[in-house]
C-alpha cells in the first residue's frame, strides 16, 4: 500500500518563503501524476499544483501561479517551493497522486493522500 508523507511545513511572515516535500513510499508511483492540494479551516479542499511524472507538465491554480513552483526529483519525490506567501496562504497542505497520469488533479480523481503539514503565514 502507497504512502505520502509530507514534510517542510511551519509557521513564516507574509512575503516569506518556505519549501515543502512529499517522499512516496510502499508503490512503485510510476507514471503517477502528483501535486498538492491544500485545506484552510473553514473551507473546502483546493487544488494547488500538479506535476506530471515526466516532470514535463505542470499546472497551477490561480491564486499561487507565479509565486509556487512544483518539481519532482523522481517518481517518489516532490517539492513545492513556495515563495511571496500571503496570509491567505495558511492551510493544511496535502500531497496527492492520481494513477491516471493527466495534467489536472481533481480531489476525486486522487488514489493517495497524504496526511498533511500545516502552513501558517503571519501578517
Known amino acids: 500500500q502507497g504512502q505520502l508523507v509530507e514534510s517542510g511545513g511551519g509557521l513564516v511572515q507574509a512575503g516569506g518563503s518556505l519549501r515543502l516535500s512529499c517522499q512516496a513510499s510502499?508503490?512503485?508511483?510510476?507514471?503517477?501524476?502528483m501535486g498538492w492540494f491544500r485545506q484552510a479551516p473553514g473551507k473546502e479542499r483546493e487544488f494547488v499544483a500538479a506535476?506530471?511524472?515526466?516532470?514535463?507538465?505542470t499546472s497551477y491554480a490561480a491564486s499561487v501561479k507565479g509565486r509556487f513552483t512544483i518539481s519532482r526529483d523522481s517518481a517518489k519525490t516532490v517539492h513545492l517551493q513556495m515563495n511571496s506567501l500571503k496570509p491567505e496562504d495558511t492551510a493544511i497542505y496535502y500531497c496527492?497522486?492520481?494513477?491516471?497520469?493527466?495534467?489536472?488533479?481533481?480531489?476525486?480523481?486522487?488514489?493517495?493522500w497524504g496526511k498533511g503539514t500545516l502552513v501558517t503565514v503571519s501578517s
Open positions: 496527492a497522486a492520481d494513477a491516471r497520469g493527466g495534467s489536472i488533479l481533481t480531489t476525486s480523481g486522487i488514489d493517495y
Open positions: 510502499g508503490h512503485t508511483f510510476s507514471g503517477y501524476t
Open positions: 506535476i506530471t511524472w515526466s516532470g514535463s507538465t
